[in-house]
């Protein structure tokens, strides 16, 4: 899947463009979309940090009256737990955001961990390489900087994929920018990441030809 976007096919919501689909989290979107079929009126919803899932869960819960409990690990068990049961009695869908399902969230009350693991697992993945020049885009458009194609380009082959490293590495190209007066280019991408880490798996450079 190449296209970006947005998610379910109810009428658009000016919050909806906050959030791209991609091959990294359509599957997720397809199993709060179809939610009338899960097994319980209850989903966990798990994804890396910066991901979206906690905006995903928001739109849900606005189209489709569901509920929503984000953090979850950080939440008190005993209120997850009621929330689930009265998911169930009102046939009203929860959606549980965590970092990840029981077991790798040791959840220590145990009907509340049974009620989790028979609850369908939503996933969003890493980001794709399709979604993270789409999120390059939308973030450096956010800042006003004028990022070329070539420039995003040669972010893709350098920046770790996922969503943090993506945010992280705007930031710290807009600084840049700010502070050294110069407009956004790959030498000063270049100078500016290798100073900061964030480049990984550094790509050769790609051969210039001759006019």
Known sequence: MS???LPFDWPPDPRDDEFLVSDSNAR???QLEHWSTWPVMAV?????????R???ARIFAAKSGGEIIDDAERQNETAIFHAWNRA????????????APPPEWSVKLPDLRSR???SPVAR???PDETLMQALFERQFLRRGLDARPDLIQWLLLR???????ILRTVDILDQAVLARHKRLSIPLARATLQEAGLIAGRAPELPIEAP
Do not use: F, M, N, W
């Open 54 to 56: 906690s905006l995903l």
């Open 159 to 165: 920046v770790e994929r996922s969503h943090v490293a």
């Open 88 to 99: 169930q009695a009102e046939h009203r869908p929860l959606v549980v955001v965590a970092d």
């Open 124 to 126: 969003i993945g890493p």
């Open 3 to 5: 296209q970006i976007a």
């Open 28 to 30: 997720a979107v397809q």
């Open 116 to 118: 989790l693991t028979a």
């Open 44 to 52: 966990v919803l798990t994804g890396p940090r910066k991901s979206g």
